[in-house]
Nanobody
Framework: VQLQASGGGLVQAGGSLRLSCAAS????????MGWFRQAPGKEREFVAA????????YYADSVKGRFTISRDNAKNTGYLEMDNLKPEDTAVYYC????????????????WGQGTQVTVSS
C-alpha cells in the first residue's frame, strides 16, 4: 500500500487548509486511517483517526473542534479539514493506515505517507 499526502501550504493564523491522503495498491483491507504531525525538534504526535467505515472519529485534545477527519473509501482517499489554524499547528503532517483498533498508538500504524508541510504564520 502506498499513501500520498497533499494539500499542505502556508496559511495565516485563523485560516483553513484541507489535507488529502490518497491510497493505492492493496487497499481492500479494512484499515483505519490516522493523521499525525511532527514539528521541528519534537516527536511525531497523534492528530486524528477515523475507522474504516467512517462511523467513529478520534481527535487529539489540541485539535478537537477545529479539525475534522473524513474518508471516501470509493476514492481510497482520506481528508483532514483544518480550520482556525494556529501557529502551533505548524508541522509536517503524515497520514497512515492502521489494521488495529488502537488508534492513538503510532506504532500500530503500518503504512505511512511521505508527509506534507503545514506552516501557520501569526
Amino acid at each position: 500500500v502506498q499513501l500520498q499526502a497533499s494539500g499542505g501550504g502556508l496559511v495565516q493564523a485563523g485560516g483553513s487548509l484541507r489535507l488529502s491522503c490518497a491510497a493505492s495498491g492493496r487497499t481492500s483491507s479494512s484499515y483505519s486511517m490516522g493523521w499525525f504531525r511532527q514539528a521541528p525538534g519534537k516527536e511525531r504526535e497523534f492528530v486524528a483517526a477515523i475507522t474504516w467505515t467512517g462511523g467513529s472519529t478520534y481527535y487529539a485534545d489540541s485539535v478537537k473542534g477545529r479539525f475534522t477527519i473524513s474518508r471516501d473509501n470509493a476514492k481510497n482517499t482520506g481528508y483532514l479539514e483544518m480550520d482556525n489554524l494556529k501557529p502551533e499547528d505548524t508541522a509536517v503532517y503524515y497520514c497512515a493506515l492502521n489494521p488495529t483498533s488502537r488508534y492513538y498508538a503510532l506504532k500500530e500504524y503500518r503504512y505511512w505517507g511521505q508527509g506534507t508541510q503545514v506552516t501557520v504564520s501569526s
